[in-house]
């Protein structure tokens, strides 16, 4: 996986052109994937580990050793930060129809992270040019802020807020970064017309549920 995919048309995000979609959207034949980092052999991408390299915004597909040495967050600071495995739900959230519509996001679902580099929010959307930023102005990400506990515990960079907005009601929920760049190189891979077809939906569908399925309530009592 060489590369966050944000390559965001036809508004590009700030910072290079971010690129690694290929793993997601395009067929090849099976071949062992190996460290980026060492070359060592790698288990299925499920299993194996994703590190942010924070210089190049790219996702660096890494063995356990070089992500345990490489990952500045458990060490010093350095341009490596490894993605937790963590999923997270807020049942209670209070994101409703005019702080989605706040967002101005043209499709049902975005998922938004902290840029350290950039040191503000950036909201993402899938398209059929990949992920598309959308401009969040302050408000709208205050709304957000203010309507669930979830965007306080995002660690920057390597973790997302995802939101989709379905049948009357938002989903919302914490999860690794890489996840939300799988969603879109599926979303592309399947897309058809306006608004992606039913192929594209029921791979939609279906990354939620499984992500349902691993996510845990937020604690009444974090903060």
């Known amino acids: ?25 395009t067929p090849r034949p099976p071949r062992e994937e190996r460290c980026e980092l060492c070359g060592a052999p790698l288990a299925p991408a499920e299993r194996h580990p994703h590190l942010v390299d924070t210089d190049q915004r790219a996702l660096v597909c890494a063995c356990g050793p070089c992500a345990q040495l490489m990952d500045r967050s458990a060490t010093s600071p350095g341009r490596f930060r490894s993605v937790p495995g963590r999923f997270l739900q807020d049942r209670g959230h209070r994101i409703d129809d005019r702080a989605w519509e706040s967002l101005r996001i043209p499709v049902s679902v975005a998922f938004f992270f902290l840029n350290s580099a950039l040191e ?39 973790e997302a807020l995802l939101l989709r907005r379905h049948e009357g009601r938002t ?53």
């Open 120 to 158: 503000r929010p950036v909201a993402l959307y899938p398209s059929p040019a990949g992920a598309t930023e959308s401009e969040l102005d302050e408000d709208a990400w205050q709304s957000v802020l203010d309507a669930t506990r979830l965007a306080a515990h995002l660690e920057p960079d390597v």
């Open 171 to 223: 989903e919302c929920y914490l999860v690794p970064v890489d996840l939300c760049y799988e969603l879109v190189g599926r979303m592309r891979l399947h897309w058809q017309g306006f608004d992606g077809g039913a192929e594209a939906r029921t791979d939609l569908d279906a990354l939620f549920a499984h992500v349902r399925e691993l996510a845990r309530e937020l604690p009444e009592n974090a903060p």
């Open 1 to 25: 996986m060489n590369g966050l995919p944000v390559n965001a048309e036809p508004r590009p995000p700030a910072g290079p052109r971010l690129t690694g979609l290929r793993r997601f959207t």
